[in-house]
């Protein structure tokens, strides 16, 4: 906003200056033409009289004016053979042909655009008719012609433009100076507002917007500010809610599985057996959905703003939690591709430790016995590469469009146990972080989860 209001304010300036100074220029350099023209043609005339009498003292008079004229002008006089004089005649040409048989002066600027390199002023040279000394009614006797360079008058001209044409960036160099000041006093509440909203983005809910600016701006900003007064009560009363649901909800599940163990434990039916496993087994399928579903309101919530933390640490610390539930099914993971210089990447604290936990999760429930789950971590200029690729059986494209909606289940991926929402928390937490999860197939034909995140502009330790 702040360069397209200083093009606005250069341009407005520069029109400005092109009506002021073009115009200006225009008329200085027309009234250049026809003072050097009227100049020209009163020397010529005065040197056709001249001609016109053709007496000996005359034509001396003639050839001395011509010689002082050539000597403090650039011009040079072409007279018509009718005075003994050493003076050049002018070529045969249209211009003295309407001189000596027409009797009409001609101005020649040698050029349609401005002028040429010299102007040609061609005069009749008339004689006295009949003794009377009126030179607009006697015949023409010859033509007097002054061809004027116009070197000087293109220098002028340069001179004219020129100094209009550097006065003119001046003035657009200050107009910029002044449009860049102005304008960032005029945006400098957007900027405020602008900086409210990043903070906000980020989960820092306590971003205020000075009241500053003009009047529409510090309206803007008071509504905002009330705003954020709102929504930093409603979250923190959802964050109560997520805290009281927690605990309420997690306590009686957690008493009712222990009561399934002591009963499974006391009985020595079979069948009473088979069932309490079951129900065992749904109550182990409830607690997964309620931690989803808390996990699901803590990430809508923005409780906490994304911050530089490494890859490499997070990954090998959640590896080392899960290789011992794999080394039971006899699957290995396996840590590959470029960590050096422990990457940083810019997430909130906690999300990381989830995602790898749901993604890591799914992958070792769809491996078969044996198999390896293999993880990435791939830095690419401004973000970095998480991907983990299982051996399982993968997903169809219709599942893999499907596959992040929330308690959708693919048996494929999650088998009968999942809660349809890990993959829906992955999404949640790295979309909340600024970044990217996408589904493909990986090398061996098993499922590869690929995950984008930002990397941090510092460089880890």
Not at 124 to 148: E, F, S
Not at 151 to 166: E, N, S, V
Not at 337 to 362: F, I, K, Y
Request: proline share 5%; glycine share 10%.
């Amino acid at each position: 906003m702040i360069r397209q209001l200083i093009r606005s304010y250069v341009l407005l300036v520069a029109v400005a200056i092109a009506l002021f100074t073009v115009p200006v220029a225009f008329t200085l350099t027309d009234q250049l033409r026809r003072d050097t023209a009227d100049s020209v043609r009163r020397e010529a005339k005065t040197m056709a009289l001249l001609l016109g009498n053709g007496n000996a003292p005359s034509c001396a008079a003639l050839a001395k004016m011509a010689d002082a004229y050539r000597g403090e002008t650039p011009g040079k006089v072409q007279v018509t053979e009718r005075c003994d004089t050493n003076l050049q005649s002018p070529k045969r040409d249209a211009a003295l042909t309407k001189a000596l048989e027409q009797g009409k002066p001609t101005t020649d600027w040698g050029s349609s655009f401005i002028w040429g390199p010299q102007l040609e002023i061609t005069v009749p040279a008339r004689a006295d008719k009949d003794g009377l000394d009126d030179r607009n009614n006697g015949p023409v006797v010859g033509a007097v012609r002054i061809a004027y360079s116009t070197d000087d008058m293109t220098g002028r001209l340069w001179q004219i433009w020129g100094f209009r044409a550097g006065l003119a960036v001046v003035v657009l160099g200050v107009a910029a100076v002044i449009g860049a000041g102005a304008a960032r006093r005029i945006t400098r509440p957007l900027r405020q507002l602008n900086d409210m909203a990043s903070k906000f983005s980020d989960g820092d809910l306590t971003a205020r917007s000075p009241v500053t600016g003009p009047p529409e701006t510090q309206t803007l900003a008071r509504t905002l500010n009330q705003g954020a007064e709102r929504l930093d009560t409603l979250v923190a009363a959802q964050r109560i809610f997520v805290a009281d649901a927690s605990h309420q909800l997690r306590t009686p599940l957690t008493a009712l599985r222990l009561s399934l163990d002591n009963i499974a434990d006391g009985v020595d039916d079979e069948f009473v057996k088979e069932d309490v496993e079951q129900a065992t087994a749904e109550v182990v399928r409830m607690s997964r959905l309620v931690n989803g579903l808390l996990v699901l309101a803590r990430a809508e919530a923005k409780v906490s703003a994304a911050e530089p933390l490494s890859l490499a640490d997070i990954v090998r610390e959640r590896l080392s939690v899960w290789r011992p539930a794999a080394d039971e099914r006899g699957v290995t993971i396996t840590l590959r591709g470029s960590a050096d210089g422990r990457p940083l990447v810019l997430t909130s604290p906690g999300h990381l430790d989830q995602v790898l936990d749901n993604v890591l999760s799914n992958a070792l429930e769809v491996s078969p016995d044996g198999g390896t789950i293999t993880v990435r971590v791939e830095p690419r200029g401004d973000e970095v590469i998480l991907s983990v690729d299982d051996e399982g059986p993968g997903m169809s494209d219709a599942e893999k469009s499907r596959a992040f909606d929330r308690f959708w289940r693919g048996q494929g991926l999650t088998g009968k146990a999942g809660s349809g929402l890990g993959l829906a928390v992955v999404k949640q937490l790295v979309t909340d972080d600024g970044g990217k999860v996408a589904l493909g197939d990986a090398p061996g034909g098993g499922l590869s989860v690929r995950i984008s995140l930002r990397a941090s502009t510092r460089s880890g330790g």
